[in-house]
Structure formats: structure tokens, C-alpha cells
């Protein structure tokens, strides 16, 4: 079953990490609550198993904005708010991660 990249969708997340659920709106209606695990794609999973959270929020983002290019004008507010999201995941991961069979 295909995965979608829960920081930026891309289609083939290979690892699951294990998350405690909260609430965070990057958009209002866009993203809103994190409910459990988090999945991710392999160059997301190195950002974070590197701790390079400035890079795991920049692939973010920029990815965002190709899917929405009309978000482009609030990039720095994106990102304030991606940053903060990301910033609650790492707070509330809950494990290590493992690969998605
Ligand atoms: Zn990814």
C-alpha cells in the first residue's frame, strides 16, 4: 500500500514514526490534527533522524507551495508555521522509527 510523506507527500513513505497525537494548524481546514504516526519519505526520515529540522521544515514548505502556488505571498508565515508543527512532532514522537513493509 502506498504512503503518502507526511512532511511533503511524496508518494512512497518508507518509514513509519511513531507519534503521540496533537493539535496543529499550519492552514486553518489544510492541516490540522496530527493523529498518531507520522510517515515518512527517505530524504525526510535522514532530516530527522539528522535532527536537521531547519531542512525537514524547508522540504516542507517548498513542497506545500507547489501543491498550493497561491500560498506563495505567506511563505514566511508558512514556514514560521511548519517550523512549529514539526517542532510539536519532535515533542510528541514517541519511538523510533521503523520501515513500512
Ligand atoms: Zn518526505
Known sequence: MACLCDFCSAPNAG?????????GYVVPGVIGESVGDW?????????????????????????????????????TELTTEMGMLHANFFANRAGPASAIA
Do not use: D, Y
Open 15 to 23: 518509514w513509519r514514526h511513531p507519534a503521540r497525537s496533537f493539535t
Open 39 to 75: 510517515a515518512a519519505c527517505q530524504e525526510c526520515h535522514e532530516l530527522i533522524v539528522s535532527g536537521n529540522r531547519a531542512g525537514l521544515t524547508e522540504r516542507s514548505v517548498l513542497t506545500f507551495i507547489a501543491m498550493h502556488p497561491e500560498l506563495r505571498v505567506v511563505k
